[in-house]
């Protein structure tokens, strides 16, 4: 009703307080034809309908429909005849103009407004806490283009966490079951962060990344080099338990609160669901080499271990073999001509993408293309039929012939690659001479949309982005020619496993 409903969805009524009024009329109800009437007596009270002479036309439109199904509506052993056929004339006559509660951008980016929140949006009432659940289930439901690839089918997931929703006890869990629930999307763009949730895992970590490797979970690098000297913190140390609990375990329990689009990303993070806590230190069972050690380690705030001395990095440079090596994350737009200039001579080039680029790299992308080629395919929301998205025309890159680089290229890529890295991936990619090393990337490609809980903002993808070819890069990351998973005998060595593979690959 809030997106198709012309009375609904024009702002004729505040649907949030429609829902509140409905529910002490539904939760008593036994009886599935008991419960149609209500629903139709409802709907007959928001006003007459009228046939909608634009809604045929969507048939012309080239359409998404991976994520559509309306065909709960004509459940007949749940909803009677009657009923379902007032769904299907909504369906068929639904709202063609500006949307009351949801919008989109000029990048076709969803914008949700016109939603108030209680004073008191911690630990609602448990009316406001469905009301908070329904806001974002069906945000979730009709815009969230990669739907379909959850782990869970979202309708079961609405089964499952409507009872968390009602039955939490205080603000702690109730958010918890918030932050469950974005989990639930596999989407690396989609967490959440509350206080509460700070209070419950500890505002206090360790200041080194952790990551799963071989099956250990192993010190994959510094967040705050010169606070893990203190600790005497080593990149390849394997932990094994934290606090004498065994840290694999923990990983396991915590599972459920650990986001992103697949496993190399979502224990990218491990330090902060698995090490924090509220005690400014934690002992760590650690193994190194041969030796097996105990050492109580300092943890710190992240302000505190977020003030690292800022690094000049060099934007690019030549190095073995006459290689050009540029690092995407230092690079800017400016940079480009007169860089391109000093590497004109150069055997081969590496462009390293495990980071987040300044900018879109179209003008560089073009330095590789002797022809005009497609590259990506994006999907937007179609707020004229909610839950279908409209297939746009492939994005293409032009060609700079006149300086075209004849030489190959190697991307570099890892679970670091995220989002515009991806996208930046992609359109590299289109090069005439490019291979890509590394590893599966974070597989969250296309533009982000804020959206709430009840008073809670969080995040999800809200464009698809596709290869030319129909591909997906959700989830599964972008393509990888040449796979290289890092080892803790490479870490342990200080060895960019990564980018000795690309020297060697361009040689």
């Known amino acids: ?24 009329k539904v939760e008593n109800l036994n009886d599935n034809e008991d419960l149609s009437k209500i629903y139709l007596d409802w709907i007959n009270g928001l006003g007459e309908i009228k046939k909608c002479s634009s809604c045929d036309s969507s048939k012309k439109i080239k359409h998404f429909e991976n994520n559509f199904d309306l065909s709960w509506t004509q459940d007949n052993s749940v909803f009677s005849k009657e009923l379902s056929a007032k769904f299907k004339f909504i369906e ?93 999307l596999d989407d690396t763009h989609a967490n959440f962060y509350s206080n509460e949730i700070g209070d419950f895992f500890g505002k206090k970590t360790i200041p080194v990344q952790l990551s799963i490797l071989e099956d250990s979970v192993i010190i994959s690098g510094y967040v705050n080099d010169s ?15 934290v606090d004498g609990k065994d840290i694999m375990e923990l990983v396991k329990i915590n599972d459920k609160y650990l986001n992103g689009s697949n496993k190399s990303v979502k224990y990218k993070d491990l330090q902060f669901k698995i090490s924090s806590g509220t005690s400014d230190s934690v002992k760590l ?29 060099e934007k690019f440079k030549i190095i073995s073999n006459n290689i050009g090596y540029i690092n995407m994350a230092y690079l800017e737009e400016t940079d480009v001509k007169n860089m391109m200039k000093a590497l004109e001579n150069t055997d081969a080039l590496i462009i390293d993408l495990r ?23 994006i999907i937007k929301p179609d707020l004229a039929y909610p839950g279908k998205f409209i297939q746009n025309k492939p994005k293409i890159i032009s060609s700079n012939k006149k300086n075209f680089y004849k030489n190959r290229v190697a991307l570099l890529v890892n679970n670091e690659t995220l ?44 464009i698809g982005v596709f290869y030319p070819d129909k591909s997906i890069t959700q989830r599964v990351g972008v393509k990888v020619d040449v796979n290289v998973v890092p080892t803790i005998e490479g870490l342990q060595a200080e060895r960019d496993e990564i980018l000795n593979k690309a020297i060697e690959v361009l040689k």
């Open 227 to 241: 606070l893990a000297k203190i600790s005497n913190l080593l990149i390849g140390d394997i932990i094994k338990s």
């Open 419 to 462: 989002s515009a890295a991806e996208y930046s991936t992609m359109l590299l990619q289109s090069g005439d001479n490019v291979v890509t090393v590394g590893n599966q990337t974070a597989g969250a490609d296309g533009d982000i949309a804020t959206i709430q809980f009840m008073g809670f903002g969080t995040y999800m993808t809200s």
């Open 92 to 184: 068929e006559n639904r709202f063609q103009g500006k949307q009351h509660y949801v919008s989109v951008n000029n990048l076709g980016v969803l914008e949700i407004k016109n939603e108030i929140n209680p004073k008191d949006s911690d630990y609602p009432n448990q009316n406001y806490r469905l009301l908070s659940l329904a806001r974002y289930w069906n945000i979730v439901e009709y815009f969230f283009p990669y739907k379909y690839l959850m782990d869970e089918n979202w309708d079961n997931v609405l089964t499952d966490i409507i009872p968390k929703f009602l039955n939490s006890k205080n603000a702690s869990e109730y958010q918890l079951y918030m932050l469950e629930t974005v989990v639930k």
């Open 1 to 24: 009703m809030r997106y198709y409903h012309p009375h609904v969805a024009d702002g004729d009524f505040n649907w949030d307080e429609e829902f509140l009024s409905m529910v002490p």
């Open 285 to 313: 069972e650690i193994v190194r080499g041969n030796e097996h050690l105990n050492k109580t380690v300092g943890r710190y705030s992240w302000e505190i271990i977020n003030l690292k001395n800022k690094i000049s990095e």
């Open 355 to 377: 980071n987040y680029p300044n900018f879109m790299p179209f003008n560089l992308a073009k330095y590789f293309v002797t022809k005009e080629r497609s590259f990506a395919i």
